[in-house]
């Protein structure tokens, strides 16, 4: 729980320092056209992208536990944000933008950024390839420079409405988006030092005001400020809270799992090692920061952080360098961001949409993963397409927990020595094989965890006459939750009353610990938990 920036403070030098500026500056020019154009996907002014840069930068530079990590603005939150926008306005985003920090910091304190890898690969790569396609669908209308007559908030309407005005395409409008995305797309195989995005909206704008044409710019649609940013309290009510607190949770693991993969690819490229748990703390302050200061959510952007690496950056120096060019920018260029053309901000959203889409990763699980898997890909990418973000992550990890859930229950087996005696090993000290069991005893072996969506798998078990014992050799158990303890309790009633001895064998710690802590070992006995099945086949031989 120290921030990086602490840490390699101790041997600094002046060459790193100079290493350090020219990559922040670098960043800064690579991110104040993605700043903006993200903004504007969000639904929110352009200066707020650059806002968010400026302070979420600033501040997870400082106090996180990556090197190199770079943050703003991504792609991820767009559509989110849009949506809280058009429902509860800016005093909304304000409220769930803070909210999610002060999760994510709660993250960071509770050590749990380790446990962000257990959200599934299927639903990462469903929810960032559905983003891509609805930031993809949200930038049709300014591409083509439709006109809509009303102004949709839900993807699928979007489509619809395009679709529904698709003959009002303006040509000129057309045009410079093609030579922009034309420009995108060949300018990096050019030039790799200066980004492309920047000379595209330079030559959009020039184009645009050299032959005046009858494009739609940022400052026709938009009030351009150059203004600081300026500290303001949000207005919090129960109602608000209670709306966007959903929305909050999506930002707050959105966030969560965009900054700690881009510290892992980071991590990767300079041969260091992140501490994720204060990153995910900088992460909440960083965001809190951002939206007290009028900005967005922000979080790791994996392209500005390589970019950072591949420039030299190798301290959060580089990091705070990039926001404060920033905010030099902001007070300087901001009024030429006027004169940027919207088609120009669609074709980069293109290109943006193309690579995190991950199309070719997501092609690959279709062919490959197993169906369960494919269920939860797919699953999580058409919500998020057709509902929202919130709704795909809640229903694709409640349905990869069944489906986990499943696949465990199959793995868990209760058997008889009878059916299991060719698989033992012949090596292993406690092979069934060649042993004796005691008359009027039947063993029992379980393989697997004893949970609940198990627990039916070893309640009936024949009880006749004729047993006097029962041995459960659980050396392959490796945990117990409380729903398979109240089974075993009930299989050892129903083996008191029928006058049936209950042995448990190489009961490993886990099962041990729950069943000491419910008492079940006092019911059990002390000389009927034996440590192999050795010496239960002899306690059962006793009994007899």
């Not at 996907?41 to 979420?56: D, F, M, N, R």
């Not at 002060?102 to 509770?110: E, N």
């Not at 908030?153 to 303006?170: D, R, S």
Request: with cysteine.
């Amino acid at each position: 729980m120290k921030p990086k920036l602490f840490s390699v403070m101790k041997n600094y030098t002046k060459e790193q320092f100079v290493k350090d500026v020219v990559a922040g500056v670098i960043v800064a020019i690579i991110a104040l056209p993605l700043s903006i154009a993200l903004a504007l996907a969000s639904g929110v002014g352009p200066e707020q992208g650059l806002y968010t840069a400026i302070t979420a930068g600033f501040v997870i530079s400082f106090l996180g536990g990556s090197r190199v990590q770079i943050a703003g603005p991504t792609a991820a939150f767009a559509t989110i944000v849009a949506g809280i926008v058009a429902r509860e306005g800016m005093a909304g985003l304000i409220v769930a933008t803070v909210l999610a920090g002060i999760i994510l910091i709660i993250m960071g304190l509770l050590r749990f950024g380790s446990l962000i890898k257990f959200i599934p690969y299927t639903i990462t790569t469903g929810f960032t390839s559905g983003i891509a396609v609805t930031i993809l669908i949200g930038q049709i209308k300014d591409f083509l420079g439709l006109k809509l007559q009303t102004t949709p908030v839900e993807t699928m309407e979007k489509l619809q409405a395009c679709f529904a005005n698709i003959k009002t395409v303006n040509y000129e409008a057309l045009l410079i988006g093609a030579i922009s995305l034309f420009i995108l797309i060949v300018w990096p195989k050019i030039n790799q030092k200066i980004p492309g995005s920047l000379i595209a909206v330079v030559a959009a704008g020039a184009l645009v005001k050299l032959f005046d044409m009858n494009v739609n710019t940022i400052g026709s649609l938009y009030e351009i400020s150059n203004k600081l940013p300026a500290f303001q309290v949000p207005s919090l009510s129960f109602g608000i809270v209670k709306n966007v607190l959903p929305d909050a949770f999506t930002i707050a693991i959105l966030a969560g799992i965009e900054s700690l993969l881009s510290c892992v690819v980071a991590d990767g490229m300079v041969g260091s090692k992140h501490r994720s748990n204060m990153e995910l703390v900088a992460q909440g302050a960083g965001n809190i920061v951002s939206a007290l200061f009028g900005g967005i959510p922000a979080t790791g952007a994996i392209a500005r952080t390589a970019a950072n690496v591949k420039n030299g950056g190798r301290t959060p120096i580089a990091g705070m360098v990039h926001s404060v060019t920033l905010l030099l920018i902001l007070v300087v260029l901001m009024p030429y961001a006027a004169l940027i053309p919207m088609p120009a901000i669609a074709a980069i959203l293109f290109v943006v949409a193309y690579n995190m889409s991950e199309w070719r990763v997501f092609a690959e699980l279709v062919k490959t993963a197993p169906k369960s898997d494919i269920i939860v890909l797919v699953a999580t990418f058409v919500l998020t397409i057709v509902f929202d973000l919130v709704v795909a992550i809640e229903i694709g990890i409640v349905l990869a927990a069944f489906l986990f859930m499943k696949r465990m229950s199959e793995v868990t087996q209760v058997a008889g020595w009878k059916y299991i005696e060719e698989e033992e090993n012949e090596n292993d000290p406690e092979s069934i094989n060649l042993r004796k069991v005691p008359k009027n005893t039947l063993v029992y072996e379980i393989v697997g965890p004893m949970f609940f969506a198990a627990a039916n798998k070893f309640i009936n078990i024949p009880m006749d006459k004729s047993v006097k014992t029962i041995i459960f050799r659980m050396k392959g158990v490796p945990a117990m939750d409380a729903t398979a303890l109240h089974t075993l309790q009930d299989v050892y009633k129903k083996c008191k009353k029928n006058n049936i001895t209950l042995i448990l064998s190489h009961v490993q710690s886990q099962p041990l610990s729950v069943m000491k802590k419910a008492g079940f070992d006092k019911l059990i006995q002390e000389e009927n938990f034996c440590e192999n099945i050795d010496v239960a086949l002899k306690r059962a031989a006793q009994i007899n």
